[in-house]
T-cell receptor, first 112, second 112 residues
Framework: SQTIHQWPATLVQPVGSPLSLECTVE??????LYWYRQAAGRGLQLLFY??????ISSEVPQNLSASRPQDRQFILSSKKLLLSDSGFYLC???????????FGQGTRLTVV | RKEVEQDPGPFNVPEGATVAFNCTYS??????FFWYRQDCRKEPKLLMS???SGNEDGRFTAQLNRASQYISLLIRDSKLSDSATYLC?????????????FGTGTRLQVTL
């Protein structure tokens, strides 16, 4: 069976510090991978998606970036965090273009 | 216009009640549709897919009207454990990848 791992679960970072969130998927190959952010009391905002190694599409311009160095690894990064980057970050994967997505447990980021 | 729109609620209903959630989407090229459930401070989890012919899973019934670009979820005999936020999700193929777009969710509170 497939599983998705996302870490850390919670993170408190000062403004201006860098960020690296990692997500890995097991039990499948060549998944579609996604990073979402959910601000407090808001809906899920798609940040990045990837259909393969090194292929990243960005949905919203911001100070975040994503990379996919391996087939089942998806990394979300920032060089300098802003207060507005606080939120619940969720990694997800799907088999292909028609199927549902499965989420990791999320990282709750607080920028102080 | 938002790509996926939902009534945010909250819907406060007594146990045993029937409750219906509605969702509209703007992209007529969207191909697959889902309802997710999100508990407070947790990741979204797939509740059910939505098929053109309508589908049922126990107390839950989902309907899709492609002509009106409208999706619904009906919950019968509500349980306390149904209290959560219900997210309408639309999958649109962009030509290179699938893109899942989430509504902001409808909050349901089932009471004694």
């Amino acid at each position: 069976s497939q599983t998705i791992h996302q870490w850390p679960a919670t993170l408190v970072q000062p403004v201006g510090s860098p960020l690296s969130l990692e997500c890995t998927v097991e039990g499948t190959s060549n998944p579609n991978l996604y990073w979402y952010r959910q601000a407090a009391g808001r809906g899920l905002q798609l940040l990045f998606y990837s259909v393969g190694i090194g292929q990243i599409s960005s949905e919203v311009p911001q100070n975040l970036s994503a990379s996919r160095p391996q087939d089942r690894q998806f990394i979300l990064s920032s060089k300098k965090l802003l207060l507005s980057d606080s939120g619940f970050y969720l990694c997800a994967w799907s088999h292909d273009r028609r199927t549902e997505a499965f989420f990791g447990q999320g990282t709750r980021l607080t920028v102080v | 216009r938002k790509e996926v729109e939902q009534d945010p609620g909250p819907f406060n209903v007594p146990e045993g009640a029937t409750v219906a959630f509605n969702c509209t989407y703007s992209n007529s090229a969207s191909q697959s549709f889902f309802w997710y459930r999100q508990d407070c401070r947790k990741e979204p989890k797939l509740l059910m897919s939505v098929y053109s012919s309508g589908n049922e899973d126990g107390r839950f019934t989902a309907q899709l009207n492609r002509a009106s670009q409208y999706i619904s979820l009906l919950i019968r005999d509500s349980k306390l454990s149904d209290s959560a936020t219900y997210l309408c999700v639309v999958n649109t193929y962009t030509g290179t990848a699938s893109k899942l777009t989430f509504g902001t969710g409808t909050r349901l509170q089932v009471t004694l």
